[in-house]
């Protein structure tokens, strides 16, 4: 016989490890930062912190949808982790319900009836930027910024929708911009806009901000062909900061490495096996490009076929061969998509169901948040063990996802866990060294 009569239980009994790292970030305290509240104080049963600490922690630990919180409300693991075991008033839950949530989702420009928490979306854009420097104890000597867009299918009628030829569905079109697993920018933008052209305006954000602290950081731009636009590319080569981007072929480019080409084929031809060859020239378009750049192309034959790739980059001849530059550096930006898998399968950030831009945009910052507070906890307390390379979702269902009895007495809350779970090594190793962290804070 199987009934929910276990008394005060949780399945989340991890969350006591994101609420330490959350401490240690200040993660929440300093995104309810960024908005600001025009509530009457004496109606006010919870504080915007308290409302983004819910949210975040509530995508970390795998409830993506607000009417989730209708029943987390009353969850006294979640009500440990924010600080509040009861309600304020009478008739009041610990935390917060469905409705609040969606409230302070949905704010506007300006505060009306109904919403009035005011989101300030150029400080949150900032904020991410921030998080990643504050990690640093002192400035690296070189970092590497990978830009990439990304579908987020709609299904409604949203505000922007629009039909991308490529994807062939209905769709926004977010920009990421990551700096090796750390999430420094995710802007939604409509899939009617080039994001080659609008990655321009993020990136000088994210530079300008990086440099007033880091001036002497070497900053290297890295994404595919559909980011190599001359205006991204002289603002890049105006400002100092290399950039290394694919670069779509053509005939012009096929004919210009085509002795390249007929020796990889014979040796192809000869071997039997694939054969790659590579080579380094400097290039203009017709008519797209202002100035002469350097191109590195891949040539390469594989059963037969023509496998023909090209980058071109700000990087100069005695930094690096071709090869190493195309296989090594340029190929690295493959990574990245998998940082983006994790955003959406993991941490939800296509639940941009919202009817404006706006909303969904706030949508998207949330669940970046928790991102960046799964992968902080990862490395401050998960190194050296079987989760250490592991993906949020696995962090999450190996690590967070616990069943718990909580008992409250006067002076102690007591959280009994199962003796059979498989990971109580690792959530003990990470209970420590986040303690110690949280100390020395």
Not at 233 to 256: I, K, P, Q, S
Not at 263 to 283: C, I, K, L, P, Q
Not at 403 to 420: E, F, G, H, K, Q
Request: net charge positive; aromatic share 8%; with cysteine.
């Amino acid at each position: 016989m199987a009934r929910f009569d276990g008394g005060r239980m949780s399945s989340d009994g991890g969350v006591i490890l994101v609420k330490q790292a959350d401490d240690i970030l200040g993660l929440s305290r300093r995104f309810a930062a960024c908005f600001r509240d025009e509530r009457h104080p004496g109606f006010v049963e919870y504080r915007v912190e308290d409302l983004v600490r819910q949210r975040i922690m509530g995508l970390a630990l795998g409830y993506e949808d607000l009417n989730d919180h209708d029943a987390l409300r009353h969850d006294l693991i979640f009500g440990l982790a924010s600080g509040r075991l009861s309600g304020g008033r009478a008739n009041c839950a610990a935390l917060a319900g469905k409705s609040t949530l969606n409230r302070l989702e949905r704010s506007g420009h300006k505060a009306d009836r109904y919403c009035r928490i005011i989101a300030d979306h150029e400080a949150l854009a900032t904020l991410f930027v921030t998080l990643y420097m504050d990690r640093h104890d002192r400035a690296p000597a070189r970092i590497v910024l990978d830009v990439d867009a990304t579908d987020d299918r709609i299904h409604g009628h949203q505000e922007g929708r629009a039909f991308h030829g490529y994807y062939g569905h209905n769709c926004y079109l977010p920009l990421y911009i990551f700096c090796g697993d750390h999430l420094l920018s995710a802007t939604l933008r409509t899939a009617d806009r080039d994001p080659g052209k609008e990655a321009l305006a993020d990136i000088r954000r994210i530079v300008e901000q990086i440099r007033s602290r880091w001036p002497r950081v070497r900053i290297l731009v890295r994404g595919d062909s559909g980011f190599a636009r001359d205006s991204l590319m002289t603002w890049c080569e105006d400002n100092h900061v290399d950039f290394l981007f694919g670069l779509a072929g053509n005939t012009r480019l096929y004919d210009r490495i085509a002795s390249l080409s007929a020796e990889v084929r014979d040796e192809a031809a000869t071997t039997g096996r694939a054969a790659r060859g590579f080579a380094s020239f400097d290039w203009i378009t017709k008519d797209s490009w202002t100035r002469r750049r350097r191109v590195v192309a891949k040539a390469e034959w594989r059963h037969g076929n023509r496998y023909h790739r090209f980058i071109v980059t700000t990087l100069p001849q005695g930094m690096s061969d071709p090869r190493h530059l195309y296989e090594q550096i340029y190929c690295a930006r493959g990574d990245m998509e998998n940082r983006i898998k994790e955003c959406q399968l993991d941490l939800f950030s296509d639940r941009t169901s919202s009817h404006t831009i706006r909303a969904n945009q706030l949508r998207l910052w949330f669940s970046a948040a928790a991102y960046v507070l799964l992968t902080a906890l990862q490395k401050m307390a998960l190194g050296q063990t079987s989760l250490e390379k592991a993906t949020c979702g696995t962090i999450r269902a190996r690590l967070l996802k616990i069943a718990t009895r909580v008992t409250l007495s006067v002076r102690r809350i007591v959280l009994s866990m199962p003796d059979m779970f498989p990971c109580q090594h690792e959530f003990a190793l990470a209970h420590a060294r986040l303690r110690r962290l949280r100390q020395a804070v």
